[in-house]
């Protein structure tokens, strides 16, 4: 008998996170490093949203909260959703987690039953396949590549359907490939799921408010009120409020979902932090300018890398509408020599001698499902970035 649960061996750690760790060793054995491998704005937390915080301590909200997030927290959350997205959801329709992470966790830990089928559309983000194996679930990735804009199709997933799925997880702006789905692109998927009223939607916005150029976002629940009542929309102030670490995410959907979540974390971690509630209520219902000057700081550096990227023999790099990542294909690379000898057989071969070679440390395509690719997360300097993609183009151009 082993020690460790089966359900442990069907997972394995993040690759995203694995990298990031290598990274940070080799900087400490002096070598220079530059690491694009996180998924966070390099940015800190807006100041009237830590004042929150030091208040909400001041004040004494340091103790637990209803499980699933304060009745203000949930109020302003409600708001957001009429503002931003124009959904109605009653305060008794939301749930507060540890991080859109927690959200994720919950909603499909509490729906899927051992077999259970989940539609997730590759390159996607590297916990989906992780977090529907633990709960039990099997995993079907539908590749949709490069040619097709990194966008599921009608067709495909049309396909992918069977009288087992339960759910299809949607994830625009993506990560990592930063493909958003337009509305038509939206209602062509939605279309097909208002025939299908065994699968329940996951959205997963948590890159809405990176949107560039005049790109649009929209939301399922939204583009098709008829599907609301199996759509859960998730979102978090992770990435819009440059709060990663303040871990507070949140779902909206049917009460009967909403509630089987709160049952779930009340048995697991209980209330999200306290003062991290009040930060994410500041966060909702302050100045919104961070947004827009984040997004602004964000598109100057997707231009930078893609044209930059797009210089380098063998890689193609398209340009996506949101998120801070890019996912360019390196197919003519494959079958190369990296200018120190190593053979380019896969895109980990090609990540790990970009690191070991130059310094530059990304993700390989085959963590996020479709290769041959690798993840560049663009949540850093300029200066960062202009010399990331100097180093890159000298690996390349070494490449026999
Ligand atoms: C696509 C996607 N969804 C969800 C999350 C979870 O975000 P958090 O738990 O920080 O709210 C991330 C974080 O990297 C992400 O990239």
């Not at 495909?156 to 930063?178: D, F, V, Y």
């Not at 062509?188 to 649009?216: G, K, N, S």
């Not at 978090?236 to 871990?247: E, L, N, Q």
């Not at 290769?371 to 070494?398: M, N, W």
Request: glycine fraction near 8%; proline fraction near 6%; charge should be negative.
């Amino acid at each position: 008998m082993s020690f460790l649960a089966n359900r442990l061996q069907r997972i394995k750690p993040s690759p995203t996170i694995a990298m990031t760790t290598r990274a940070g060793q080799l900087r400490q054995e002096g070598r220079d490093i530059i690491g694009l491998s996180a998924g966070e704005p390099d940015f800190d937390t807006p100041e009237h949203i830590r004042e929150a915080a030091k208040q909400a301590i001041d004040a004494g909200h340091t103790r637990y909260t209803p499980v699933d997030g304060t009745p203000s927290l949930k109020q302003a959350i409600s708001q957001k959703f009429q503002r931003e997205n124009g959904l109605d959801y009653a305060v008794s329709q939301i749930t507060v987690g540890t991080g859109g992470k927690q959200i994720l966790f919950n909603a499909l830990m509490a729906t899927l039953d051992e077999g259970d089928e989940v539609i997730i559309p590759s390159p996607y983000w590297v916990s989906y396949p992780d977090m529907v194996l633990l709960a039990g679930g099997q995993p079907v990735v539908v590749e949709c590549g490069i040619e097709s804009g990194f966008r599921l199709t009608a067709e495909k997933l049309e396909a992918a359907i069977t009288p087992r799925t339960k759910w299809i997880i949607l994830n625009s702006p993506s990560n990592p490939s930063g493909a958003g789905y337009g509305r038509d692109q939206m209602r062509a998927l939605t279309d097909v799921l208002l025939r299908h009223p065994q699968v329940w939607i996951l959205a997963d916005d948590i890159y809405e408010h990176l949107v560039f150029d005049d790109f649009q976002f929209v939301t399922p629940a939204q583009v098709e009120p008829r599907l609301k009542d199996r759509v859960l929309t998730m979102n978090g102030v992770s990435k819009a409020y440059a709060m990663t670490g303040w871990r507070i995410g949140y779902g909206a959907g049917p009460e009967h979902l909403i509630k089987a979540m709160g049952k779930l974390q009340s048995q697991s971690t209980s209330n999200p932090c306290s003062i991290s509630q009040y930060a994410a209520e500041a966060a909702l219902t302050g100045p919104q300018d961070y947004i827009r000057d984040s997004r602004r700081a964000f598109q100057r550096r997707r231009d930078l890398v893609v044209a930059g990227l797009n210089e380098c023999p063998g890689i193609e790099c398209p340009t996506p509408q949101g998120a801070f990542y890019v996912y360019p294909s390196i197919r003519e690379l494959i079958g190369k020599t990296s200018p120190d000898g190593t053979l380019i057989d896969s895109d980990e071969a090609f990540a790990n001698a970009l690191l070991d070679e130059k310094g530059v440390a990304v993700v390989f395509g085959a963590a996020f499902g479709l290769s041959p690719h690798f993840r560049i997360s663009y949540a850093t300097s300029d200066a960062q970035l202009t010399e990331a993609v100097a180093r890159i183009k000298a690996f390349c151009q070494g490449c026999t």
